[in-house]
């Protein structure tokens, strides 16, 4: 029987094995945006570890991908069963490898670092490539950034971090540009003047930067007079070096220089902080936590403690502060130009005004323990305005996570077993028949359960002998979890799942290719029978239902790797 799946393959000759489900993660997610060249590169980048060079790179790919230690009968039975399709075609080219590179550094998933030697009045650059495969599993977040976007700042902020996004680093002229023509695309105008587009976007321009959601970085440069390798040839249309100032728009360049966008140079160099977008869906997500624990019993709970912590964001990527406690620390005063207006409406209408209701709120806040929620830092009794508190991030995170984790067992073992690490977890070491006693479980189906999480490594067992001879029926056997271990088990399973559910996407894309493409060209009669709309009917329920796993587990996947 042919194999259905031979021709869809998702991997390169130089994938992770062992598998491990982060680097397989993010070698898919490269391989989806930017196609199998770039894949090649960044897991030959990955195989190698540390830092490379572009010789280094070539000789690596050339080595992998060379048939020539093949005997032709190898060769043939990897044609047949389509085993590697990348052999087949030889190694990429110098120039593949260079803007496969290119494209990985524009996205900051590879940085580089030049390094300047001199021999015999000789100046030689060389360069070394290195490979971040946190930053490349993130590429499928991208649209949950540009929809928090557009609901924190309005849907200009949103079009133009959508650009950065798609662009990896953008010129500030060029990002300006691109945003007001995918505007007029969108908003089309019987006006052919663009000057209220500009202004818009330069407004939300200025605003994404002071809020710190889009940052400043070093152009891609190279150096001309080098007489040693030289990486970046004709890339000057990436790096938005000076040579192409001269077909920028005058009336953009014209308002970046006057008014109050000055601090938004024409050459500068912008790219998308990812750090900021992590930590303000993390005030979402924490808020939305307290406010399911604490909501009934303090009002507004969940949005101060998301209003404190978009402050934190904002005083760590806007401000730069480094220090930890200058960061956290706030006031009543501070957090409330974060809070939504009909909470300060409301707030407002009670007694005593919106600090003094807010101070109440938090000193009750700051009296739940488990999990701490705000600690009170500075006492100011009789003024309000000068208390300071601090949120218990890192206490709420790991609250988070641990009911992450217990869901996932609940989910996959039952209930008995959750029962069981949650026990566990708060009383230590313990014996079978102390578990069974402490759950109300029978000691025998305890010890079923037992061994069944051992058998899945989400709890550890320890031998301890009563003499030196080694008896089993003189030993005690403790069982224990450890919560870094169980963490990086459900983290390495979720990323796993999460993988799968792509590729199952990603597998249906190109049986339904037909559908899809029938459906882009607009035709009015897309299905030629019944027969035909019931298949493409459950087509689209299908990609609907892995879409939505695909988020759920990437939502999950955030809290328990990236907050």
């Known amino acids: 029987m042919a194999n259905q799946f ?36 960044a897991d030959c980048l990955q195989t190698r570890g540390g830092s490379s060079t572009l010789p280094q790179i070539i000789d690596t790919l050339n080595s992998k991908l060379d048939n020539k230690g093949r005997s032709d009968e190898r060769i043939e039975m990897i044609r047949l069963a389509k085993l590697c399709t990348a052999s087949s075609s030889g190694s990429p080219s110098t120039s593949s490898i260079r803007a496969a590179l290119l494209v990985l550094i524009q996205h900051s998933i590879v940085t580089y670092t030049k390094t300047t030697t001199k021999t015999n ?16 599993r993130i590429l499928p977040r991208y649209p949950r950034f540009v929809e928090y ?16 996004l798609l662009q990896g680093r953008m010129r500030t002229v060029d990002a300006v540009e691109h945003t007001v023509e995918q505007l007029k695309q969108k908003q089309p105008t019987p006006s052919s003047d663009r000057y209220t587009y500009r202004e818009a976007v330069l407004g939300s321009f200025r605003r994404l930067v002071l809020g710190g959601f889009i940052k400043q970085v070093d152009e891609i440069t190279d150096d001309g007079e080098d007489e040693g390798e030289t990486e970046f040839q004709g890339t000057e249309d990436v790096s938005g070096k000076t040579a192409f100032h001269d077909k920028d728009d005058p ?17 500068a160099v912008w790219t998308v ?4 977008f992590h930590d303000s869906l993390r005030a979402v997500s924490l808020g939305t936590l307290v406010y399911e624990m604490y909501g009934h019993k303090v009002q507004f709970a969940g949005s101060m403690v998301a209003a404190a912590l978009k402050l934190a964001a904002y005083k760590k990527h806007a401000e730069g502060l480094t220090n930890c406690d200058s960061q956290t ?4 005063e501070t957090i409330q130009r974060y809070l939504s207006k009909p909470v300060l409406q409301d707030l407002e209408k009670k007694p005593g005004g919106i600090t003094v209701n807010l101070h109440k709120a938090l000193v009750d806040l700051s009296k739940f323990q488990n999990p701490r929620v705000v600690q009170e830092i500075e006492v100011a009794d009789g003024h309000p305005e000068d208390a300071k508190f601090q949120i218990a991030t890192s206490r709420l995170v790991q609250y988070l996570q641990d009911r992450i984790v217990n869901q996932v067992i609940l989910d996959s073992h039952g209930e008995i077993a959750a029962r ?27 010890r079923e359960v037992l061994h069944r999480l051992y058998r899945n490594n989400y709890i550890n067992l320890f031998n301890l002998n009563q003499g030196k001879q080694h008896n ?13 271990k169980t963490l990086t088990l459900v983290t390495d399973n979720v990323c796993a799942a999460f993988c799968n559910i792509r590729l199952r996407r990603q597998h249906e894309v190109e049986v339904g290719k037909e559908w899809i493409e029938r459906q882009e060209d607009g035709a009015t009669e897309e299905n030629e029978s019944e027969v035909d709309k019931v298949k493409f009917t459950r087509f689209c329920k299908g990609m609907e239902r892995l879409d939505k796993a695909a988020l759920n587990l990437d939502e999950t996947l955030m809290a328990l790797k990236d907050y």
């Open 6 to 41: 031979a021709s869809f393959n998702q991997t390169s000759v130089l994938s992770s094995i062992p598998h491990d489900p982060l680097i397989t993660l993010a070698s898919n997610c490269v391989r989806d945006f930017f196609g199998p060249t770039v894949q090649l590169v």
């Open 121 to 136: 009045s000789k100046k030689k650059t060389i360069y070394r490539y290195r490979y971040n495969p946190e930053r490349a």
């Open 149 to 164: 976007t557009k609901k924190a700042l309005g849907e200009t902020a949103a079009a133009l971090t959508e650009e950065f």
């Open 251 to 267: 009336a953009t360049v014209s308002l970046l220089q006057s008014g109050p966008y000055k601090n938004l140079p024409p050459s």
């Open 273 to 276: 902080n990812i750090q900021m």
């Open 329 to 332: 620390l706030f006031s009543t």
């Open 420 to 446: 069981i690490c949650s026990i566990l977890k708060s009383k230590g070491s313990l014996e079978s028949d102390a578990i069974a006693e402490a759950a109300m479980v029978p000691a025998k189906d305890t």
């Open 472 to 484: 089993p029926a003189n030993m005690f056997y403790l069982w224990s979890v450890s919560r870094t």
